[in-house]
Each structure stands twice: as structure tokens, then as C-alpha cells.
């Protein structure tokens, strides 16, 4: 029997092809919360609040085939809302978080249904948009009435509607792969970050390895690989041996200053050593606020404000926790409260989502414009600063790859954002202490391997 296809295969295939022929071989099945945290969902208890005061019918059957006959009962029966229906059709299974009734005319008399999917992110993403195209085939071979729109509602309730005729082609495209790949058929594999989602990632990355393959070059663009590979260079190696002039001369399609800083990568990535372009961009005092913020998206909620207080060779951490969401707004304010004490002073943080959080929860609790200023202007991203400045051999630049590389070590060797996630979540389920003091010593070490990089970048000779 062929393998199913479901909704989140196709959140696979746009993220790491490889995932979805590693689950097809080994039958992987990740946990139900871990689903949620990949694919930006939000915890059931969430979705229902968000669902409070609308007419739904909840469909609570665990076993599939059992929640597809419940599923349809409602749906012959005109309920207005149901919630985590279930739809099969041949090898297609569908789990639309939301099956809701429009007017019109379906097999069902006259009224049919449209699919929704609940969402963290404030972005329409196009796995959002693939999946819709999904539900609307499935609803259209189910009802004899194809929707024309998807719609997604954001932790916020507001709902955002997309044409799905938008995406159809690439649907197709999409849905025509992963049955080759279901088949039996291997696809050319691409090492990016979205890999890191998948649970098979180190077997890319080992892969890619093995392989040489270009794709081992931070953020390089399929586009690009094309380009080198029709020149002749197909393997990190080949790449870094040869003098970028003679690179320039057969590889047309990519402008110089961009083959010029691949062959660098490439180089870097060959010789297993970093380069210095140029000083990296950082004041030089010693008073300093490293920041880092943890975040529960399954929830949508910020539980854990942490800054490192940096006055010369005295290092002081503090952690502005939430020990639920609903303390969310105390530990901001008190988050705040601190930062305001430190005037002028350089606010370091690694990558943009600290700025995306303090522009959504000053928005959110209406915080002083003035500190929100302060905190736009004072802040830092390392992340900026060292992309500009330093090549290192490194197929991915997040704090985690940087920081080991130059030698910093995480207590825990399962350190991660999801874990942290995770661990925040047993602790609100089980209250198992150690859980929340996982979190707050993975925070800690975030903040002082973002201050360890700093101090680095500073000491680095041209």
C-alpha cells in the first residue's frame, strides 16, 4: 500500500525534501507537540479560547478512521464550526484546524465548507498557502464544491484570506514531487537552515558532507549552485582550489563581488579556518546588557526576559521569568523597569526576533515609547556585525554554530530553543523544578555566549 500523504508532508517537503523520504523509509512519527512547534501551531487549550464565542463542534475522536465518520456526520448535518475535523479522500488525510460553513451550494444541500488553519506567525507563509491548496482539493472530491480561498487566524483571532489560485501551480509542483519521492524516487538534496527542523537533520548535514556538496555554503542560493555547477564546479573543493579570477571567467550568472566572497566561504569551509574582512563593528567599553529572550509559541507568550549585567570584570545575570503566560506582562515590565537604569549603554542580542518581541510587546502593553526608543537605538544584533566583517567555515551562522566554534560550551548537550520550549512546557504541566532551571541556565549561557563572541570579535587581528 502507497504511503499517505497529509497536510504537514507537504510543510515537510518545502522545509527538507530528505525528510520526507526519511519518514517514507523508517516510519518516523514525531510527537504531537513537536508537530505544533514545527509548523506553527498553538497548543489545543490556546486554539479553544481563541474559538470561545463561536458555535463549535469538536471532534475528539483519537482514532482516525473513527474521527473521519464523526467528521462527516457534522459536516451533513450543517454544524457551523468544527474544530480538528478530519477529511480522508483515497491517500490524502487532511487535519484542517478549522472546517467552517459558507452559503453556497455542495452534495451537503446548500451550504459547503472552507478550511482554516490556526497560526503563530504574522506572515503568510507559503507552506500555509501549499496547505490550503491541499484542504480546498480534499474539500472539492468530499462536498462536489472546491473552495477559491484559504484562510488562517492568528493567535490574535483575526483571520487572513489568500486566492488559492495564487499557489495552485506551485501546489501541483509540490504534490508531484513528494509522490516521486513516496515512490521511491531520490530528489538532489539542498542543505539549508530550514533542515534543522527536520528531526533527520544531521543526516543531511552528514550527507552534504560526504558529498562536498555547494550547498555547505552559508545562505548560497539553488540559482547559484546551477551556475557553478554548469562551470564545472560541483564540490566545496573544487571551488576553493581554484583562483576566483578563473571562477569569474567561466561562472557568468552571479555577479563578481558575490563569486568572490562564495570562493571565500569556500575556502573557509575547505580549510576548516575563519578570515577577517574587515574590524568588526562593536564599541570597545566594558559596561554592557546582553540580552536574550525566550519564547513559548505554542502559546504564543515571552516567559523569560534574561540580561547579562556587564561593569567591567563583574558579570551579573538576572532572569525576568514568567513562571506561567499569564505573568507575561509582569516579567516584561520588570524587564523594562531594569533596562531603563542603563542609559547610553550598548544593549547586545543575537539576530532580529529580540527587536521583533520588543516592538510586539511594547505594542501589547502599551510601554513607554521613550524606553521602546531607547531600546531601538542602543541595541545591537552581533549576528549584523560579524556577517559584515568575518567568513567562517560554517554551513550555518546561528548563535549555537558561532559560538562553539570559537570554543564556548552549553551546559546541556541537548541545548536548544525547541528543548527550551519543551522544558518551559513540562514545567507548567508536571511543575518539575529542574525543568524550569533547564531553561533559565539554557537563557543564561545564551546571553554570555553572545557576550564570549563579542569579546572575540574585539580580540580578532586583521
Not at 464565542?53 to 473513527?66: F, G, L, P
Not at 465518520?69 to 457551523?80: C, N, P, R, Y
Not at 538532489?188 to 543531511?204: A, V
Not at 521602546?372 to 556585525?385: W, Y
Amino acid at each position: 500500500m502507497r504511503p499517505r500523504i497529509y497536510e504537514h508532508t507537504f510543510y515537510q517537503y518545502l522545509k527538507c525534501p530528505s525528510w520526507v523520504a526519511h519518514d517514507a523509509k523508517a516510519g518516523h512519527l514525531e510527537d504531537a507537540l513537536r508537530r505544533r512547534l514545527q509548523e506553527d501551531g498553538l497548543l489545543p487549550e490556546v486554539e479553544r479560547k481563541l474559538l470561545a464565542n463561536r458555535k463549535v463542534v469538536e471532534i475528539v475522536a483519537e482514532d482516525m478512521d473513527e474521527a473521519v465518520v464523526h467528521t462527516l456526520e457534522e459536516m451533513k448535518k450543517g454544524a457551523q464550526s468544527i474544530y480538528r475535523g478530519v477529511l480522508i479522500h483515497d491517500r490524502f488525510v487532511a487535519r484542517p484546524d478549522i472546517l467552517e460553513r459558507v452559503e453556497g451550494k455542495s452534495s451537503f444541500g446548500n451550504y459547503y465548507y472552507i478550511a482554516c488553519d490556526i497560526k503563530r506567525s504574522r506572515h503568510l507563509k507559503d507552506e500555509y498557502r501549499v496547505q490550503g491548496c491541499f484542504y480546498a482539493e480534499i474539500l472539492g472530491l468530499i462536498q462536489g464544491n472546491k473552495p477559491i480561498q484559504g484562510y488562517v487566524m492568528r493567535p490574535n483571532g483575526e483571520i487572513e484570506s489568500y486566492l488559492l489560485s495564487e499557489t495552485a501551480t506551485r501546489y501541483h509542483l509540490t504534490l508531484d514531487s513528494i509522490e516521486r519521492i513516496l515512490d521511491g524516487d531520490a530528489e538532489p538534496h539542498f542543505l539549508t537552515s530550514d533542515c534543522k527542523q527536520s528531526p533527520w537533520f544531521h543526516e543531511c548535514k552528514k550527507q552534504a558532507v560526504i558529498c562536498d556538496d555547494l550547498s555547505r555554503l552559508n545562505r548560497i542560493w539553488r540559482s547559484e549552485v546551477k551556475e557553478f555547477n554548469s562551470a564545472g564546479f560541483t564540490t566545496v573543493t573544487e571551488l576553493a582550489a581554484v583562483h576566483p579570477d578563473l571562477v569569474a571567467s567561466k561562472v557568468t550568472g552571479v555577479a563578481r563581488d558575490r563569486l568572490e566572497f562564495l570562493h571565500l566561504q569556500a575556502r573557509a569551509l575547505a580549510e576548516k579556518r575563519h578570515f577577517i574582512l574587515r574590524p568588526v563593528d562593536l564599541p570597545a567599553g566594558d559596561t554592557a546588557l546582553i540580552v536574550d529572550v525566550e519564547s513559548d509559541p505554542l502559546r504564543d507568550a515571552h516567559y523569560l526576559f534574561g540580561v547579562l549585567e556587564v561593569n567591567g570584570k563583574d558579570e551579573k545575570y538576572h532572569a525576568f521569568l514568567a513562571k506561567d503566560p499569564e505573568h507575561e506582562q509582569q516579567a516584561w515590565e520588570q524587564f523594562i523597569k531594569f533596562v531603563r537604569g542603563y542609559i547610553g549603554t550598548p544593549i547586545y542580542h543575537y539576530g532580529w526576533s529580540e527587536q521583533d518581541i520588543f516592538r510586539s510587546l511594547g505594542e501589547k502593553y502599551g510601554t513607554d515609547r521613550e524606553v521602546l526608543l531607547m531600546l531601538e537605538e542602543q541595541s545591537i544584533d552581533i549576528l549584523v556585525r560579524l556577517r559584515e566583517a568575518v567568513v567562517f567555515p560554517l554551513s550555518f551562522y546561528s548563535l549555537k554554530d558561532i559560538a562553539q566554534y570559537i570554543g564556548f560550551r552549553w551546559r546541556h548537550d541537548d541545548a536548544s530553543g525547541l528543548n527550551s520550549v519543551l522544558w518551559f512546557e513540562d514545567w507548567l504541566k508536571s511543575g518539575n523544578q529542574q525543568s524550569l532551571q533547564d531553561v533559565i541556565d539554557y537563557n543564561e549561557d545564551d546571553v554570555r555566549a553572545t557576550w564570549a563572541l563579542r569579546n572575540w570579535s574585539l580580540s580578532q587581528p586583521l
